[in-house]
């Protein structure tokens, strides 16, 4: 069966950082694009990055770009995210996602869902 199961999450003053990880199980990992997706309390969910089969080519909300970085070990089935200068807005529960196509940003068609890992940033 497949699973994704992320960790990493915690509780974190604004300006820190985390790193979240993602361990993908039961599916052909690198033939997946890989991406995170958050959805703060009381908000719609977001799109927040995305990675191609190899790794080569990502993509970034306009929220986070610059301050975060999405990447992945093929070998370890394992997509991360790299989370810098966090801040406030940031705080969400994030959700790792495979896709077997091009993962979109609205979320529609995504095959996988991780179960989530909270993010608090204090102010």
């Known amino acids: 069966q497949v699973q994704l199961v992320e960790s990493g999450g915690g509780l974190v003053q604004a300006g820190g950082s985390l790193r979240l990880s993602c361990a993908a199980s039961?599916?052909?990992?690198?033939?997946?694009?890989m991406g995170w997706f958050r959805q703060a309390p009381g908000k719609e969910r977001e799109f927040v990055a995305r990675?191609?089969?190899?790794?080569?080519?990502?993509v970034y909300a306009d929220s986070v770009k610059g301050r975060f970085t999405v990447f992945r070990d093929n070998a370890k089935s394992t997509v991360y995210l790299q989370m810098n200068t966090l801040e406030p807005e940031d705080t969400a529960v994030y959700y790792c996602?495979?896709?077997?196509?091009?993962?979109?940003?609205?979320?529609?068609?995504?095959?996988?869902w991780g179960k989530g890992t909270l993010v608090t940033v204090s102010s």
């Open positions: 990675i191609s089969w190899s790794g080569a080519v990502t």
């Open positions: 996602a495979a896709d077997k196509f091009q993962l979109l940003a609205n979320g529609d068609g995504v095959n996988y």
């Open positions: 039961g599916l052909s990992f690198s033939t997946y694009v």
